[in-house]
């Protein structure tokens, strides 16, 4: 009918249409153009499609006719999709006029994380500072703790808790562990001091090694801080496997995981006790939980207050 198409009969898919009988372009003749651009152009190593799961169809269609067309580099675009999301219940829909704007979500949630703060602690400085870095880091953690391919229905609310899988929970965790530290007289976890057989490992491994090595020798380590250690020990797996599956809720449930097993270590134990040696060893895994915590929060893209 004078259309454009590629057959795809081969690949067990119908053609890709190119070009309306018109003449008029759509949105795999955009794609096929952007996907050069971005390889020949803008160098990209590899090419990352964040769509919902609605287009699979539309994206194996494009990879396949950049195939045909001698890119070799076709099987290194990749797409991610992920489920429906709902916002507190309503289902959006741009075609509709039915949308709820991220600013404006921004907004709530910080105005809602400053109510919190000034209920529980009013006298907190930067309170406005806080409030942003809590409200937006729910945010973001809300979407990242689950699944991408589960439909989830987002609640503010309940995304700002401060106990819960919720990120101002792994945050407080954070807060916790460095008030600690800072009680026990250290500025930060760069202060704990490192032997040559353990410099240049990451700190979190460092303070592990440490820590089990002497634990060892004296025996005198607990079953909360070996399981607090081992949870930290899986910090670097747990990276590897988010990376290679494209999925950012093993990341963010690893940190659930390891706030969880430090605030239950924290509960359990005393942590700044008289004896220097032993409070020097428990300030090691509060040093490695902080870094751990820091590190992984940043990695999702969320901002750590210094108090909560």
């Not at 955009?30 to 994206?59: N, P, S, W």
């Not at 979500?105 to 809590?134: F, M, T, W, Y």
């Not at 240049?200 to 002497?214: H, I, M, S, T, V």
């Not at 607990?222 to 599956?245: H, N, T």
Request: glycine share 8%; net charge neutral.
């Amino acid at each position: 009918d004078g259309a454009m198409v590629v057959r795809l009969d081969d690949e067990g898919m119908p053609p890709c249409l190119i070009l309306k009988s018109n003449g008029t372009t759509i949105y795999p003749t955009r794609d096929l153009a952007t996907a050069i651009y971005r390889k020949e152009v803008m160098k990209a190593d590899k090419l990352i499609y964040v769509v919902g799961a609605e287009q699979q169809l539309h994206f194996q269609q494009v990879f396949a006719v950049l195939g045909k067309m001698g890119y070799e580099w076709a099987q290194e675009c990749t797409h991610v999709p992920f489920g429906l999301m709902t916002f507190e219940g309503k289902k959006m829909s741009t075609r509709k006029g039915k949308v709820i704007f991220l600013d404006e979500v921004l907004n709530e949630a910080e105005n809602r994380a400053l109510q919190i703060i000034e209920d529980k602690n009013p006298s907190l400085k930067e309170k406005g500072k806080v409030a942003s870095k809590v409200g937006i880091g729910a945010i973001i953690f809300g979407d990242l703790k689950s699944s991408r391919m589960l439909s989830v229905d987002f609640n503010l609310e309940d995304a700002l808790r401060y106990e819960g899988e919720t990120g101002p929970y792994v945050q407080f965790t954070l807060v916790r562990a460095k008030s600690l530290l800072v009680k026990g007289g250290w500025t930060s976890y760069s202060d704990c001091p490192a032997d040559s057989a353990t410099l240049g490992k990451d700190p979190a491994e460092r303070q592990g090694e440490q820590l089990g090595k002497k634990s060892i020798a004296t025996g005198g380590v607990s079953q909360e801080a070996w399981i607090c250690l081992k949870s930290l020990s899986k910090y670097e797996r747990a990276i590897q496997m988010a990376v290679a599956s494209n999925e950012p809720s093993i990341f963010a449930r690893y940190l659930l995981d390891a706030a969880k097993q430090f605030n239950r270590y924290y509960h359990q134990e005393q942590i700044l006790v008289e004896n220097e040696i032993e409070r020097h060893h428990k300030l090691r895994i509060v040093a490695a939980v902080a870094y751990v915590l820091e590190a992984g929060l940043n990695l999702l893209g969320i901002e750590a207050p210094e108090h909560m």
